[in-house]
Nanobody, 125 residues
């Protein structure tokens, strides 16, 4: 079992920045994929970006160049640095872990073994 706990959400004005954290505890795996997802009210959950156990990252087109995923493997913490935030970035943000390699598509939601409870990000214009 793996437990994921997100933190760092909040309210910011457009153009601002936030850094989300996802603390992982429990079992460890040599091959894994960590993903950030978000879900706005009335919309489907969508992928934000991924990082695999080799440290390679992939981003959704909507956030590429503005968001950066990183991880501190010593601390078992995943980060999502969000810059130049826009009102359309407002959503509940979730981290998730898949045991195995990442999917090619950042939007693939099924197949992740563990999910956090989410942290709310609100961007005002």
């Amino acid at each position: 079992q793996v437990q994921l706990v997100e933190s760092g959400g909040g309210s910011v004005q457009a153009g601002g920045s936030l850094r989300l954290s996802c603390a992982a505890s429990g079992n460890t795996y040599s091959v894994y994929c960590m993903g950030w997802f978000r879900q706005a009210p009335g919309k489907e959950r969508e992928g934000v970006g991924l990082i695999d156990s080799d440290g390679d990252t992939r981003y959704a087109d909507s956030v590429n160049g503005r968001f950066t995923i990183s991880e501190d493997t010593a601390d078992n913490t995943l980060y999502l640095q969000m810059n130049s935030l826009k009102p359309e970035d407002t959503a509940m943000y979730y981290c998730a872990m898949r045991v195995g390699w990442c999917f090619l598509d950042t939007d693939t939601v099924d197949g992740y073994n563990y999910w956090g409870q989410g942290t709310q990000v609100t961007v005002s214009s």
